[in-house]
């Protein structure tokens, strides 16, 4: 087997099927660049949406006899072995290279697996005797490349164009590009760094003569190392914020990115991105429907058991992982056990679903001072460590109570016996930020009747203070057209699903093929609807209706006739038919009007 790399930019290339592995081949050419022609009766989705929007050409019939000759490259991934081969023999008959996917005596190609990081590229393969190993060592190298390494490349490529610019000898230009190397790569741990300005200035600056190689520090230097991971593996305890998945922060969403391991609480759930890694393990540790929740300590040893496997752990708390979430504790254990760990600050459902219920925290001469508290301290046998007393006397301020459901009307009692004026405004917001949010407005005596009969549930938290007295005015979120509105979308348009999420709806984002991650989110909290806009969609979406998460009779806002057509065949029942090429304020808008 002779490696090379292909430039296939412009070139003709075929793909015969039209499930997932064709979709990925056809994906990874059109990003190289190809002209690529697919060929298949049926598509999934996706191949349809790339064909709609130009990148590729779709041929909805069988592979004709003969095809392959008029390509440069050929790849069949149909599930019927003599198309396969025929696509095979006529390609290899005509000496067009041809792979037929996981039928390596159809090949006169294999594909490597492939670590990717910007044009540097990693290619494994082990002449298709043990694809196992090639799976497994790519994950490994999936691990060990940090992203850094596409910006490096990019550095070291404008690095080379200036050396280049000296029009040194040879020699001397070896020399600076080792000191380049060795000044910015960390080999031990394989981690790199993009040097800055002033080093490049320096090292370019030097007269050639005076280079010389600097080979590495074998003490394992951490210079060239940002951030010092080590193979022992890590944890990042992550905020997931209070569940809308906009409110993850953006360095949350990167650590789920790269994680070998999740481990998760049920409020954080409806923030997990759709779009984690398929081979990513997930370990629910919360509340889940009917299971009680795994006991502290046993979620200490499956952190410390997973980083000692030298996996990427992300330890996923509703908010922020420090506020009420015991996170230091946890933090604690990893310290002792010597496991590097990291805090990633969350957006705290204290703060967040009280703005979502039109509750500033504090206001400029009404509220200069928030207390955040357990209101479970109110009902604690071992003595309260909260001065319901004081607070009860401090008229300038915000009280947010977590955990506040079943402890309220003792806390209401203890700060009307302080001497708290009956009238503060009070207020309970259940699963703030999130499509199910219910609130309630009273006052701090009415507060404990109001949600009974509101019927408010965990997780809920109250706020008492002058400040929830602007709740009516300060309500934008659920003025929203779409608010309450969670819809499931299949991953393919992207302008759509912001404008929903402009519009006040959650937007569960379908990848395809779906993963396990996706189902999570899907089962979070109820799916009100869902949005296709092709037959396949329907399809792809029909496979997961009924799944938990999903109302009976979800109705569905369908694109197209073909579209509605297909979703009544499947059974679906509120089938709304939608005008093909509306744009999406009317899509909003007919939501909007038709929704139950
Ligand atoms: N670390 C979390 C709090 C965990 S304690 C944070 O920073 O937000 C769990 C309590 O948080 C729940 O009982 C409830 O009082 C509150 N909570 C969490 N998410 C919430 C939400 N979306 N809406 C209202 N309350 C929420």
């Known amino acids: 087997m002779y490696p090379v790399m292909l430039d296939v930019g412009d070139h003709a290339c075929l793909v015969v099927g039209g499930g997932g592995v064709a979709l990925r081949k056809a994906q990874g050419l059109v990003e190289e660049g190809a002209r690529v022609t697919v060929v298949a009766p049926e598509v999934v989705a996706p191949l349809e949406t790339m064909a709609d929007q130009g990148r590729l050409r779709l041929e909805r019939r ?58 540097l590229q990693l290619a494994i393969a082990s002449a298709g005797q043990a694809p196992f190993v090639v799976r497994r060592l790519r994950r490994l190298l999936e691990r060990r490349f940090g992203v850094e390494w596409a910006e490096w490349v990019g550095a070291a490529s404008r690095f080379r164009d200036r050396v280049r610019e000296l029009g040194s000898e040879p020699s001397a230009q070896e020399a600076l590009f080792d000191r380049f190397f060795d000044e910015t790569v960390d080999a031990e741990r394989l981690r790199a760094r993009v040097p800055t300005a002033t080093e490049e200035a320096e090292w370019l600056a030097v007269p050639v003569d005076h280079v010389e190689h600097r080979s590495a520090d074998p003490a394992g ?3 060239a190392c940002r951030d010092g991971e080590s193979d022992e593996g890590s944890v990042s305890l992550v905020g997931a914020g209070p569940g809308c998945s906009g409110l993850l922060t953006v360095r949350g969403r990167r650590r789920l990115l790269e994680a070998d ?49 030298g996996l990427r752990v992300v330890r996923l708390k509703g908010g922020d992982p420090y506020v009420f979430g015991r996170g230091g504790e946890e933090g604690e254990v990893l310290a002792a056990e010597g496991i590097a760990f990291e805090v990633v600050p969350g957006v705290t459902s204290g703060v967040a679903a009280l703005a979502w219920a039109g509750i500033p925290v504090t206001h400029r001469r009404e509220a200069v001072r928030l207390t955040l508290l357990t209101a479970h301290e109110a009902v604690k046998s071992d003595g309260p460590q909260v001065r319901w007393d004081l607070l009860a006397q401090d008229k300038h301020a915000t009280i947010v109570g977590y955990m506040g459901v079943t402890a309220l009307p003792e806390v209401v009692h203890q700060l009307l016996g302080g001497g708290m004026d009956p009238a503060t405004p009070a207020a309970m917001v259940e699963q703030g930020t999130t499509a199910s949010q219910r609130k309630v407005i009273s006052t701090l005596e009415g507060l404990p009747a109001a949600i009974v009969e509101a019927g408010i549930q965990p997780p809920a938290l109250f706020a008492i203070g002058p400040t929830v007295g602007h709740a009516k005015n300060l309500d934008w979120f659920s003025r929203l057209p779409l608010a309450g509105e969670r819809l499931v979308i299949p991953d393919v348009a992207e302008v759509v699903v912001r404008r929903l999420e402009a519009a006040g709806a959650e937007v569960v984002s379908l990848p395809f093929p779906v993963t396990p991650v996706a189902r999570v989110v899907m089962a979070a909290l109820p799916i009100t609807g869902c949005v296709v806009t092709s037959p396949a969609e329907v399809d792809w979406v029909h496979e997961e209706r009924g799944g938990p998460g999903w109302v009976d009779d979800a109705p569905s806002w369908c694109i197209g006739e073909q579209a509605a057509e297909r979703a009544r065949q499947r059974g679906w029942r509120y089938v709304h038919e939608l005008l093909p090429g509306m744009n999406c304020g009317e899509l909003v808008a007919r939501i909007a009007a038709e929704r139950r």
């Open 62 to 119: 069988p592979y004709l006899a003969g095809e392959a000759l008029s390509y440069a490259l050929v790849f069949a991934a149909t599930d019927d072995r003599e198309v396969n081969a025929r696509v095979f023999n006529d390609a290899a008959n005509a000496g067009v290279w041809v792979n037929v996917a996981d039928d390596p005596e159809l090949c006169s190609f294999h594909l490597p697996g492939r670590v990717r990081r910007g044009p």
């Open 261 to 309: 391991a999740v481990v998760y609480d049920r409020l954080a759930v409806p923030a997990l991105p759709c779009d984690l890694r398929a081979d990513v393990e997930l370990h629910p540790v919360g509340k889940e429907a009917g299971i009680h929740p795994m006991p502290q300590e046993e979620i200490n040893a499956l952190l410390v058991r997973l980083a000692r496997r």
């Open 221 to 223: 230097d951490t210079s």
